[in-house]
Nanobody, 120 residues
Framework: QVLVKESGGGLVQPGGSLRLSCAAS????????MGWYRQAPGKQRELVAT???????NYADPVKGRFTISRDNGKNMVYLQMNSLKPEDTAVYYC??????????????WGQGTQVTVSS
């Protein structure tokens, strides 16, 4: 009943920028934390950034100072502004939403991922 979908990925040169978007839809009472994760080929999925419903943020060390996470609670959306991109940022980026339904049950939902490729 809940769908999470990312968009905005693509190919960019080193030093460039991309803005990812993620929308959660369906039977949603509220969303607490939302986050971005990424997975490169042959590597484990890793945290990129998280944001709470109160706009408290947390960033992984490799992206601090370059990426900015934000959200629109009214639209159930979260964004990731990525600046000064590096080849090592290349990965599939996944969106996560900690959703509470109208039965007051909580579950973490994941999107299908969007590819970000940083290459010259």
């Amino acid at each position: 009943q809940v769908l999470v979908k990312e968009s905005g990925g693509g190919l960019v040169q080193p030093g460039g920028s991309l803005r990812l978007s993620c929308a959660a839809s369906g039977r949603i009472r509220s969303i607490d934390a939302m986050g971005w994760y990424r997975q490169a080929p042959g590597k484990q999925r890793e945290l990129v950034a998280t944001i709470t419903s109160g706009n408290s943020t947390n960033y992984a060390d490799p992206v601090k100072g370059r990426f900015t996470i934000s959200r629109d609670n009214g639209k159930n959306m979260v964004y990731l502004q990525m600046n000064s991109l590096k080849p090592e940022d290349t990965a599939v980026y996944y969106c996560s939403a900690d959703v509470q339904n109208y039965y007051l049950l909580r579950r973490e939902y994941w999107g299908q991922g969007t590819q970000v490729t940083v290459s010259s």
